[in-house]
Nanobody, 118 residues
Framework: QVQLVESGGGLVQPGGSLSLSCAAS????????MGWYRQAPGKQRELVATIRSGGSTHYADSVKGRFAISRGKNSVYLQMNSLKPEDTAVYYC??????????????WGQGTQVTVSS
């Protein structure tokens, strides 16, 4: 129904920066919120940052002041600065909203690996 495709992951040294992008496609009427989550090996998936249609944002305490989330019409971005080894994880994009006939959706991307290591 709604597909999300992430890009921009990779390997970066501690203190470096990376940008992630996520594009949503399908019969989208509206997107109420988009966000980024991450899952490190052996850990549960956790929220990184979300942004609502009105522009309000929410960040995990661990990334406040280092990461910035922004969005376009059907896309969301995550600028990651001052990266730390503990930021290493698979990052997932999420979007929630409505498709044709006002059916709601809550979709996930396939994930993109971010590795912070020297």
């Amino acid at each position: 129904q709604v597909q999300l495709v992430e890009s921009g992951g990779g390997l970066v040294q501690p203190g470096g920066s990376l940008s992630l992008s996520c594009a949503a496609s399908g019969s989208i009427l509206s997107i109420h919120a988009m966000g980024w989550y991450r899952q490190a090996p052996g850990k549960q998936r956790e929220l990184v940052a979300t942004i609502r249609s009105g522009g309000s944002t929410h960040y995990a305490d661990s990334v406040k002041g280092r990461f910035a989330i922004s969005r376009g019409k059907n896309s969301v971005y995550l600028q990651m600065n001052s990266l730390k080894p503990e930021d290493t994880a698979v990052y997932y994009c999420n979007a929630a909203g409505a498709v044709a006939y006002s059916t709601s959706f809550d979709s996930w991307g396939q994930g993109t690996q971010v590795t912070v290591s020297s």
